[in-house]
């Protein structure tokens, strides 16, 4: 019979057969990996390395926690890298022996024996990369040649110092540099396993031709020359190269030796004072123009672009070069434009997608360059207008406009082409916005389709324009009045232009354009300064156009806000939005014309500067007015706060006089209680008027010298709290504020302050019980006001009533006890602060509960 063990012993042998397998797999496995390592090493390795015991591997542990979070360790260093930092130590070390042994070690041997010496051991480093290649040991190789390299360097020395020692160092160095070029390009050819020689020949090739000038000694153009037919040589082997590292190294010394010839020609050109001097750098521009558009043929597209950048750029300095050769003073700017706006016609050639798109952007820095040096006499007509703040209406100034603006003739002379360069660019750029879609079409794919590049081309176009017309008045000379004219309509035409571009779209031309008219306002503002004809004359323009422009773009936002579907799209929302946003811009622009108007004319009526603050009140009022009518639109609020500013500059004009202080104080009381029948501007605007009259009664108290306010006070207060008393009965949401506040305060503050420089006892005592009795009935009748107005007036009156009995205490007690109280307040206070936390947190909901 057959025998069966039983379950759990027939699976105990199973595992251990298992186990034995694996064993021997893992065996198996070392052994397979010690023959692969034996089979990829090198041939010339003469020992092999023992082979493993047939033993199972040891078990691997797991990674320790503590040792986990920091990775495994690092591997030794490869034999590669070993091998590597050895060669490059020894060829670095053989190198400095060479250089010492011809140096230093030069004259201990004769003319044969050093001369052998060095051949010996050049010939010798040369043929042995050749042997290492063969073997399978390039990295030696590479070391060799390279100390090869060096001591064809020092040979070429030493063939100096002892054949041809009357030979100058320049022209000996052109020729030595001139051969040692092609033996290493030779060299590098022979052996091409080599990644050394074939690089060092093309960095030596660009020492021969500008050695051979040096020591010819030619002038810059010479020097130019040699620099662009190097990097001509360069751009050839950079295309048609041999290896990678080749290519490289010619771009890099392309790129360095051509921008550097290109930079020699440019200054040439530029200091030309006639066009036939100017035609030599000239051709050298060119020339190196068409070594950028061939090299760049064939370049990657990132190089391109940037070969097609220096051939537009130097086409265009060629050609402006000629043009501007002799031409004085800052004309010559714009025939390097009109060069740089030509060169857009090259789009058109049979040219690669980047090389044109090179081109197009070397016609926007041409064009960039001319407009940033017409910018100086912009901003000196801008800034110049601020000079008349200190002058106001002091008469039309001597000069014209110049006199105006603080800058001599001879310096707008320099600067007489700024309007033509600002005024041809904005046209152009206007031109490209108009027929964006058709110039795409025409220039094919270079320029890039799109509503923001249009956009961006609208923008440019007004800014330009502005302030081309900006500098014009001055650089023409015009006189004072026409200065101004000119500017103040410049303004108008500006604000007209945004205010269409606004309701038509959400590019940036009417953001721009309304940017520009803001700041041509201001400073035609300040340049009308100067007379009170022209004062009155540029701000009632600016007046009529902030209001026209503000009518109008509110009418388009609402409008727009009413034509917007239930789901618009981003686009009409975003426009919808930009309306409402800006709208209020020009609304509160005429606010502030408004208010410069007022004190103008208070200043014509000869009035003193507190005297005109009700006059300045004018133009708050106004606003109050605009406000109520504009009720729900987004420029009621800005229009409202620039009133309240107004309202501010009259309170401040008003301040020498307190009568007049006074006045103004309860005007503007007034005001606030007119906006305050508004629901929406209830809540503050009735508490500013409350502290606008009480501040008023006090001011007029204090100028009529009253001793008594209650006389004056009391009479005000009665009829105040009947009104209160008869608003509550209506109103029972009504709060206790509104109803009582300006009425007590009206009193209790001015007797509070009688009471605390009354020498007696009467007042305070009156006003204490007074104070009591109210707030009693605020804490009865749950009113807010009356408590809180009549605890503070009850507290601050019998603090001056003990005031002298504390001062006695504090001054018979020890000085240490003070802070020691204080201390011992602190850490109670600290100690309970969670408890007098919720009691402050109870104490607020309780007088928020009370009206």
């Known amino acids: 019979m057959e025998h069966v063990p039983p379950p759990a012993e027939e699976l105990a042998l199973l595992d251990r057969e298992l186990a034995r397998l694996d064993a021997h797999r893992s065996q198996l496995l070392v052994r397979r990996a010690w023959l692969v390592s034996v089979l990829a090493q090198p041939v010339a390795r003469p020992a092999v390395p023992p082979a493993p015991p047939f033993a199972p591997p040891a078990p691997v542990r797991p990674p320790s926690p503590f040792t986990a979070p920091f990775g495994p360790p690092a591997p030794p260093a490869g034999p590669r890298s070993a091998q590597n930092v050895l060669l490059t130590l020894g060829g670095l070390l053989l190198t400095i022996a060479a250089i010492a042994f011809t140096l230093v070690s030069w004259g201990h041997m004769g003319i044969g024996g050093r001369s052998a010496v060095l051949g010996v051991v050049t010939v010798a480093a040369l043929s042995a990369p050749a042997v290492l290649v063969r073997r399978g040991l390039p990295s030696t190789a590479e070391a060799l040649a390279a100390l090869a390299s060096v001591l064809m360097v020092l040979d070429a020395y030493a063939l100096h110092r002892v054949a041809v020692p009357e030979a100058g160092g320049p022209g000996f160095a052109a020729v030595a540099s001139a051969v040692l070029a092609v033996l290493w390009g030779a060299y590098g050819l022979l052996l091409d396993r080599l990644r050394l020689p074939l690089p060092l020949a093309v960095v030596t090739a660009q020492l021969p031709l500008v050695l051979w000038a040096w020591s010819a000694g030619a002038g810059a153009m010479a020097f130019g020359w040699a620099l662009l037919v190097t990097a001509a040589l360069d751009c050839a082997i950079a295309v048609r190269g041999k290896g990678v590292a080749v290519r490289v190294t010619a771009c890099v010394c392309c790129w360095a030796t ?138 039309e100034p001597d000069g014209g406009v110049r006199g105006a603006l603080g800058v001599e003739g001879p310096a707008w002379s320099a600067m007489a082409s700024a309007p033509v360069v600002l005024l041809a660019v904005a046209a152009l750029s206007g031109a490209a916005y108009r027929s964006w879609e058709r110039l795409v079409r025409v220039a094919g794919p270079v320029l890039v389709p799109g509503a923001a590049w249009r956009g961006a081309a609208g923008a440019v176009a007004v800014v330009l324009g502005w302030a081309g017309f900006t500098a014009l008045p001055a650089v023409l000379g015009l006189s004072y009045a026409a200065a101004v004219s000119v ?47 022209a004062t009155y004359a540029v701000f ?109 500059v009259a309170v401040g004009m008003a301040v020498p006089d307190r009568p007049f202080l006074a006045l103004v104080l309860a005007l503007c009381g007034v005001l606030a209680a007119g906006t305050a029948v508004r629901p929406e501007r209830r809540p503050a605007a009735g508490y500013l008027a409350t502290a606008l009259f009480v501040l008023a009664a006090w001011l007029r108290l204090s100028a009529s010298g009253v001793s008594t306010p209650e006389a004056y006070t009391l009479p005000v207060t009665v009829p105040a709290l009947a009104v209160g008393m008869l608003r509550r009965r209506r109103d029972r949401e009504a709060s206790s504020w509104t109803a009582y506040g300006a009425g007590l305060a009206a009193t209790l503050v001015p007797s509070l302050f009688a009471a605390w420089a009354d020498p007696h006892w009467v007042r305070p005592l009156l006003l204490g019980a007074a104070a009591l009795a109210i707030t009693l009935a605020g804490a009865r009748l749950r009113l807010q006001a009356l408590l809180l107005l009549g605890g503070a007036v009850l507290a601050l009156d019998a603090l001056h009533e003990l005031a002298p009995y504390v001062v006695q205490v504090v001054g018979a007690l020890p000085r240490w006890l003070p802070p020691a109280l204080a201390g011992v307040l602190l850490l109670v206070v600290g100690a309970t602060y969670e408890q007098r936390l919720r009691d402050a947190r109870r104490l607020k909901d309780a007088l928020g509960r009370m009206r």
């Open 258 to 395: 051509g921008l550097l010839g290109l930079l020699v020609a440019l200054g040439q050109s530029v200091s030309a004072d006639a066009a036939s001097a100017a035609a030599a750098p000239g051709a050298l521009l060119l020339v190196g123009a068409a070594v950028a558009v061939s090299g760049a043929w064939r370049a990657p597209e990132g190089l391109a672009v940037a070969g097609g950048v220096v051939a537009g750029l130097g086409g265009v300095a060629a050609v402006g070069g000629v043009l501007a050769a002799g031409v004085t003073g800052s004309w010559s700017v714009p025939l390097y434009l009109l060069c740089g706006v030509v060169l857009l016609a090259a789009v058109r050639a049979p040219l690669p997608r980047r090389v044109g798109q090179g081109l197009v952007w070397a016609s926007s820095a041409v064009v960039a360059g001319a407009v940033l040096a017409a910018v100086p006499p912009v901003g000196l007509s801008l800034t110049g207008a601020v000079s008349q703040l200190v002058r106001v209406w002091s008469g």
């Open 487 to 533: 500017h103040a309509a410049l303004v108008a035409g500006v604000f007209a232009v945004a205010v269409r571009g606004l309701r038509r779209g959400t590019d940036g031309v009417g953001p721009t354009a309304l940017a520009c008219g803001l700041v041509g306002a201001v400073s035609v503002g300040m340049l009308s300064l100067a007379t009170q004809a």
């Open 540 to 648: 009632t323009v600016l007046l009529v156009v902030f209001g026209a422009a503000a009518v109008v773009l509110g009418g388009a936002a609402v409008s727009a806000a009413r034509s917007l579907p239930p789901l618009p799209t981003v686009q009409a929302a975003r426009a919808a939005g930009v309306l409402r946003t800006v709208q209020a811009v020009p609304a509160c622009g005429a606010v502030v014309c408004g208010l410069v108007l007022a004190r103008a004319a208070g200043a014509s009526w000869g009035l003193a500067g507190y005297r005109a603050a009700p006059v300045v009140l004018v133009v708050p009022a106004v606003t109050v007015l605009l406000g109520a009518r504009l009720r729900g639109r987004p420029s009621a609020l800005p229009v409202e706060l620039t009133g309240a500013v107004a309202g501010v």
